[in-house]
């Protein structure tokens, strides 16, 4: 390989490390005088921040999280020269660099350097970058997002809802070797989950 082919990966793993690495959940946690790391299920993420201080303060987490795997996936398709297909779908010389950049946010998002590498699940930063690798299915997967949370009146079961199916509606717009990195990104959220019950177990 040579340097310009390794040039983009390494400007997309590194900016989207430093961006997925932004503690938003501790940052707004600690303007209200909590440290989520500390409380609840002790997930420094939306979900924690809403059920120790409300709607109204994790609404900026949210917000954060997810942006800050769009950043990420937008750095990488960026250094990968930009290059998008049909509604937007990343395709080309942008692919790799594209889901190099939104791993490595869910990485710095489960493992900080900003905070002391005690980090989330990864779920929000994950959904921020799918946005970047395909927009028509993100879209659909807002959709589906309202739909099944208005259905059964549950917005938490409306998000596993839609995020399990962004790898089928991803289906409809990109090839399955695309579909195939999406799931390995989604492995990296089950790792998390799985060391979250250890600790929990362990605890």
Known sequence: MTLDSVAPLLVAVIGGYLLGSVPVAVLVGRAHGLDPRETGDRNPGFWNVMEQLGWKAAVPVFAGDMLKGTAAGLVGLAAGGGSTGA??????????????????????HAWPVFAGLRGGRSILAFAG???????????????????????????????????????????????????????????????????????????
């Open 87 to 108: 509604l937007g779908t990343v395709t080309g010389t942008s692919v790799l660099p594209v889901y190099a950049a939104v791993a490595a946010a869910m990485a710095g």
């Open 129 to 203: 970058g799918f946005a970047v690798i395909c927009p028509p299915a993100f879209a659909l997967g807002l959709a589906l997002l309202a739909g099944t949370s208005l259905a059964l009146r549950s917005f938490a079961w409306g998000t596993r809802v839609a995020v399990f199916s962004l790898p089928v509606l991803q289906l409809l717009f990109a090839p399955a070797a695309h579909v195939a990195g999406t799931g390995a990104l989604m492995c990296l959220i089950g790792l998390r989950f799985g060391q979250a019950a250890v600790a929990g177990r362990r605890a």
